[in-house]
């Protein structure tokens, strides 16, 4: 079941992670893939995993052309399909660790906030502008925890919809009465978030830590 630090669903437990340590991300720096790339996932991680890594790159390549309803689904889609929920105290022996996209593909395995982050990348790669998308820190109110989506804003005052790896299909955030939005951030902002329109803006996305400990795994080392 998806496990998110439960400090998250409350102002306390924002106010525990929500401490100024970097600036916002470097997109590109974790999403290059080369030849030399490829064959240490293949050594490292084995031919399945290589093989999600060239699908990943025609999947950014081939569809930056698309419209933009066909690049949510796709990436819902391939994200969702290619990829197997495991809990970070499983999969990383620790208790919340947000990966990199190609930590998650080369492992081929991780949780909510895993998904989130490699949509919203995936999604800036193929040209989505970063100020209609989203990682939201929800309440999945069936499950009684914390959850992480990705949501994606035609205008700021659009409702939201919403990519979750729980529930495969793409609808708006009016339809998800099963999720209850907390706090919300992008690359240049964090939003304390509601299910219509972009939510009240309460800082930079610099004031949330893993996040920036994202960025510096990302620019250091891809996996």
């Avoid at 720096?29 to 399945?48: F, H, M, T, W």
């Avoid at 290589?50 to 999947?59: E, G, M, P």
């Avoid at 990199?100 to 906030?113: N, R, S, V, W, Y």
């Avoid at 100020?131 to 009684?144: D, F, G, P």
């Amino acid at each position: 079941m998806p496990a998110v630090n439960k400090g998250a669903l409350n102002a306390a437990g924002i106010a525990l992670i929500v401490f100024s340590l970097c600036c916002g991300m470097v997109l590109a720096a974790g999403l290059l893939i080369d030849q030399s790339l490829l064959d240490r996932v293949e050594k490292k991680y084995g031919s399945a995993a290589k093989q999600r890594f060239v699908d990943w790159q025609s999947l950014i390549e081939n569809g930056k052309s698309w419209p933009e309803a066909e690049k949510l689904e796709r990436v819902n889609d391939f994200f969702n399909g290619n990829v197997e929920f495991v809990d970070d105290i499983i999969l990383w022996q620790k208790t919340d660790y947000w990966a990199a996209p190609t930590e998650f593909l080369a492992k081929g395995a991780g949780d909510c906030e895993d998904y989130s982050i490699a949509k919203y990348f995936t999604l800036v790669e193929m040209g989505v502008d970063e100020s209609k998308l989203r990682i939201t820190y929800v309440k999945a109110l069936e499950l009684n925890q914390a959850h992480m989506v990705l949501t994606y804003f035609d205008s700021p005052r659009a409702v939201p919809l919403v990519l979750d790896n729980l529930k495969p299909g793409i609808v708006a955030a009016t339809q998800r009465r099963d999720l209850q939005p907390v706090y919300s951030f992008n690359g240049t902002g964090l939003w304390l978030a509601k299910s219509k329109g972009s939510g009240q803006h309460v800082g930079g996305s610099d004031r949330l830590s893993m996040w920036t400990e994202l960025k510096l795994r990302m620019l250091e080392s891809p996996f």
